[in-house]
């Protein structure tokens, strides 16, 4: 169960430029929500601060109801996949997976279940053992998708994952992804400034205009596309 809130939200960078201006918007469990808007609008200022990444300079955010403003990032039941998310080059994509899991002292045969479960989602299976480096774009995107779903959290914040992707790849990760959400039920909110991603995987789109939000609704309301 994962449901956001973000009420009268602010954030100020320095003395007196608004990134995010009155920001509100709830977020109910297992949407699929998608910030659009022109680049500097505030899209992952706002992912930011939902992850604990950034403070919030005011307003609330609550997830499932309680007050997360001042919860450590660690503490929030939230995974997280960029478009930059380095892979680790000299670990396989085994230990890429499991890394943050180790870290958290997940016990070894649960780490084990999980990056399993994981890659026989994303048919990574047959790749395990490999190095980044030894591996296609789009595999590479799907053992950073990996790393997020291992985690078994109910939020995933993704934050433009596919704009290094070519075109063909693009729309095939975007169906995967697609399938991901349906099959995992989460909740998740996808920044991108591709409207075709947004139009195809959203089920409620927010646009976003300097630090605002401008227009909200579903893809048919927001571009007269089903
Ligand atoms: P978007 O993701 O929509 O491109 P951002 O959230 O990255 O927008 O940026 C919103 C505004 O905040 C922009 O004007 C940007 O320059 C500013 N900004 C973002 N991050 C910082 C930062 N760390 N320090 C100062 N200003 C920032
Ligand atoms: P988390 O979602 O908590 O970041 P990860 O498995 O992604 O879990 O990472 C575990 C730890 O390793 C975190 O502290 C994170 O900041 C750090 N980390 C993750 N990816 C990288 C990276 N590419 N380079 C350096 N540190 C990283």
Redo the contacts with the bound molecule.
């Keep these: 169960m994962a449901e956001l809130q973000l009420q009268h939200v602010y954030k100020k960078y320095g003395k007196d430029s608004l990134a995010v201006d009155n920001f509100n918007l709830h977020i109910q469990d297992k949407e699929f929500i998608v910030f659009v808007g022109p680049s500097g609008c505030g899209k992952s200022t706002t992912l930011r601060m939902i992850a604990g990444l950034e403070s919030i300079t005011e307003g609330e955010l609550l997830i499932n109801g309680d007050r997360a403003n001042d919860l450590p990032s660690?503490d929030r039941d939230i995974?997280?996949v960029f478009q930059n998310y380095?892979?680790?080059p000299h670990l396989t994509v085994y230990d890429n997976m499991a890394?943050?899991l180790q870290?958290r002292k997940v016990p070894k045969q649960e780490i084990d279940e999980r990056v399993r479960e994981a890659a026989r989602i994303l048919d990574l299976e047959p790749y395990l053992k490999r190095k980044p480096k030894a591996l296609s774009g789009g595999q590479r995107q799907r053992v950073a998708l990996g790393?997020a779903i291992v985690?078994n959290a109910q939020i995933f914040l993704m934050d433009e994952p596919l704009s290094n992707l070519d075109a063909k790849l693009r729309v095939q990760m975007r169906a995967e992804i697609s399938k991901l959400h349906q099959r995992l039920q989460t909740t998740i909110i996808y920044v991108t400034h591709d409207q075709t991603e947004a139009m195809t995987m959203a089920s409620r789109i927010v646009v976003m205009k300097d630090g605002k939000i401008q227009q909200i609704g579903s893809p048919m309301q927001v571009y007269n596309a089903p």
Excluded: E, H, P, V
Aim: hydrophobic residues 55%.
């Design positions: 660690k995974a997280m380095a892979l680790y890394f943050g870290l790393r985690r």
